[in-house]
C-alpha cells in the first residue's frame, strides 16, 4: 500500500504545521510510517561533525558484576562466587574465567567497575542506564524520558545516507516492555529503533522491512513519488519556513533506504564468511552482534543488540553457563573484527545491563522467599556494575574506578549513567546540553547530571 495524504498535521512539540509524511506500506508491516523508519537530518546538519558510531549490547536482566568483569578473589567463598578470577593480556587485570577470549584481548577495552544508582528495581535500573533518569519502578513502569540512543541520532541522523540511523536487533527491548527505555518518548515514535525482528542466527534471517509490497515496483514506486512531488509544488509558494526544502531531503532519504541496495546489502548476513561468523558464535546473540557490525559500517549510528536471560535469582550456575560464553565469543568476535577492519577509533561498544546482582550468593529461595526454587542464585543490586567501553577513540586497556572487597559499592571513583551518556555523546558528537520539549511543552536537557569519564578521554 503507498498512501499519498494531503492533510495538515501539528505532530511536532514545535507546533509547526507540517504536511503529513508519505508512508510506504513495506512487506511485513502494512503501513509503515516513514518517520518510524527515518531521522529528518536536515534539522540538525552541522559541518565536520564526527562519523563515529555505537554498538550497545544490552544485557537485559542484569548480570552479576563478580562473574563478569569485577571478580573478588580475595572475598569469602559465598561472595566470590562459583568460578576463578583469571589474568588478562594487560597486566593487573582480572575477569572471569568465563571469559578466556575476552581475556586475550583487554588492550581492546577498558572496564568500568564503579557505576551505581543505587536501585534494586528492574525497571528503575534500566530507565536510569538507558534514558539517563530514574522516575519509574515495577508499580509505574512507563517510559517517562527518551532513550539516550534517540536522543543522539535525532540530532545526527544515520551516518549514510539511505541507512536507518537507530536499529535495534532483533528487536528493542528492556524488561519485557518493547521498545521499553529504547523508545524516543516525547521525541516522537520516528526516534524508536529501527527493529529487524526474526534471528539473525536463521539461515533464511531477512528484514522484510525492507522490501515493497506485493505488486509495487521501483518504476512505480518513481511515479507515484513524482505525482507527490507535483502535489508538493501546489503549497510551495506558501512556504517560506524552509519545511519544504527539509522535506524534500527527508522524503529523498525515505526513496534511498525503499529502492537502493545499501541497506539490504549491510542487513544480508549472507555475504559473511563461514569463518567470520563462526567467530562471533553461531547463535542468535553472536550474530546479532555480526549484524550490529555490519549496519555500522554501512552507516547506521546507533544499534542495540538484546541480550536477555540475566535474571538469576536462582540456578545461578546453569544461567552463567549457558550465556557467557556466549557473550564472550561475540565481544571478542567484535572487538577483534574492528581492529582488523581498521574501525576501532569509529566504533564505540559498550556492554552492560540494568544493574549487578548482589555480592553474596543466596540458598535459592526468590529474592528472600523460604521456599527455595532451585541452586543458589543472586539477588537485585544497584549499588554496583560493571560496564565494558572499547573502541570510539577512547583510552583502552585500563580499570576505571573499583568497587569494595566484597563487591558491594563503589571504593573509587563512583560514576552514575549520566557520566556514561556524557562520554558517549562526546564520542558521537552530540551536544550533552541540547534541550527538547517534553509532553508538557517543557524544554529538557539531553541529560542532567554527570561529565565526561576523564580517564577514557
Known amino acids: 500500500m503507498f498512501r499519498?495524504?494531503?492533510?495538515?498535521?501539528?505532530?511536532?512539540?514545535?507546533?509547526?504545521?507540517?504536511?503529513?509524511?508519505?508512508?510506504?506500506?513495506?512487506?511485513?508491516?502494512?503501513?509503515?510510517?516513514?518517520?518510524?523508519?527515518?531521522?529528518?537530518?536536515?534539522?540538525?546538519?552541522?559541518p565536520q561533525k564526527p562519523d563515529t558510531s555505537l554498538i550497545l549490547i544490552w544485557l537485559d536482566g542484569g548480570p552479576s558484576q563478580?562473574?563478569?568483569?569485577?571478580?573478588?578473589?580475595?572475598?569469602?567463598?559465598?561472595?566470590?562466587?562459583?568460578?576463578?578470577?583469571?589474568?588478562?593480556?594487560?597486566?593487573?587485570?582480572?575477569?572471569?574465567?568465563?571469559?578466556?577470549?575476552?581475556?586475550?584481548?583487554?588492550?581492546?577495552?577498558?572496564?568500568?567497575r564503579s557505576m551505581h544508582h543505587d536501585s534494586g528495581d528492574h525497571f528503575t535500573g534500566g530507565h536510569w542506564m538507558l534514558t539517563g533518569r530514574g522516575g519509574v519502578s515495577g508499580g509505574m513502569n512507563a517510559q517517562k524520558y527518551p532513550f539516550f540512543g534517540s536522543v543522539a541520532t535525532r540530532v545526527t541522523g544515520a551516518r549514510v545516507t539511505g541507512m536507518p540511523a537507530l536499529v535495534g536487533v532483533p528487536y528493542a527491548m528492556s524488561i519485557g516492555l518493547r521498545p521499553g527505555y529504547f523508545g524516543g518518548?516525547?521525541?516522537?515514535?520516528?526516534?524508536?529503533?529501527?527493529?529487524?525482528?526474526?534471528?539473525?542466527?536463521?539461515?533464511?534471517?531477512?528484514?522484510?522491512?525492507?522490501g515493497l509490497s506485493g505488486g509495487l515496483t521501483v518504476d512505480r514506486l518513481g511515479d507515484r513519488r513524482s505525482l507527490n512531488e507535483h502535489f508538493d509544488g501546489l503549497c510551495r509558494e506558501v512556504d517560506r519556513t524552509g519545511l519544504a526544502q527539509a522535506m524534500d531531503q527527508f522524503d529523498q532519504q525515505a526513496f534511498d533506504l525503499v529502492t537502493g541496495s545499501q541497506a539490504r546489502d549491510a542487513f544480508d548476513l549472507s555475504q559473511e564468511s563461514v569463518e567470520v561468523r563462526e567467530k562471533y558464535g553461531r547463535n542468535s546473540w553472536g550474530q546479532s552482534v555480526l549484524l550490529a557490525r555490519r549496519l555500522v559500517e554501512a552507516g547506521s549510528t546507533i544499534v542495540t543488540c538484546h541480550?536477555?536471560?540475566?535474571?538469576?535469582?536462582?540456578?545461578?550456575?546453569?544461567?552463567?553457563?549457558?550465556?557467557?560464553?556466549?557473550?564472550?565469543?561475540?565481544?571478542y568476535g567484535l572487538l577483534t573484527d574492528l581492529e582488523e577492519r581498521g574501525l576501532m577509533d569509529k566504533v564505540t561498544v559498550v556492554v552492560c545491563g540494568e544493574f549487578g546482582r548482589t555480592p553474596r550468593m543466596n540458598d535459592g529461595g526468590n529474592g528472600g522467599a523460604p521456599m527455595s526454587k532451585g541452586t543458589p542464585g543472586r539477588d537485585h543490586w544497584g549499588n554496583a556494575l560493571s560496564v565494558l567501553i572499547a573502541g570510539g577513540g577512547l583510552k583502552m586497556g585500563q580499570v576505571v574506578g573499583a568497587t569494595n572487597r566484597l563487591g558491594e559499592h563503589p571504593a573509587e571513583r563512583p560514576l552514575r549513567p549520566g557520566d556514561l551518556h556524557h562520554t558517549l555523546f562526546k564520542v558521537l558528537g552530540v551536544d550533552p546540553h541540547?534541550?527538547?520539549?517534553?509532553?508538557?511543552?517543557?524544554?529538557?536537557?539531553?541529560?542532567?547530571?554527570?561529565?565526561v569519564i576523564t580517564e577514557l578521554v
Open 66 to 112: 563478580h562473574d563478569t568483569y569485577d571478580p573478588k578473589p580475595e572475598a569469602p567463598a559465598e561472595y566470590r562466587g562459583i568460578w576463578r578470577h583469571i589474568p588478562t593480556n594487560v597486566s593487573g587485570i582480572e575477569i572471569s574465567e568465563m571469559f578466556p577470549q575476552q581475556a586475550k584481548i583487554a588492550h581492546l577495552y577498558s572496564l568500568i
Open 185 to 210: 518518548n516525547y521525541l516522537g515514535g520516528e526516534y524508536n529503533p529501527f527493529e529487524t525482528e526474526g534471528d539473525p542466527n536463521n539461515d533464511k534471517f531477512q528484514v522484510k522491512n525492507l
Open 434 to 451: 541540547v534541550t527538547f520539549l517534553n509532553h508538557s511543552g517543557r524544554p529538557v536537557p539531553a541529560i542532567d547530571h554527570g561529565e
Open 4 to 46: 499519498l495524504p494531503l492533510e495538515r498535521n501539528r505532530r511536532y512539540c514545535d507546533g509547526l504545521s507540517r504536511r503529513s509524511f508519505v508512508q510506504l506500506g513495506l512487506a511485513g508491516m502494512g503501513a509503515l510510517g516513514l518517520g518510524d523508519i527515518l531521522r529528518l537530518k536536515a534539522q540538525a546538519a552541522t
Open 307 to 331: 541480550f536477555g536471560g540475566w535474571d538469576s535469582h536462582w540456578d545461578h550456575q546453569q544461567t552463567m553457563e549457558r550465556h557467557l560464553p556466549k557473550v564472550d565469543s561475540a565481544v
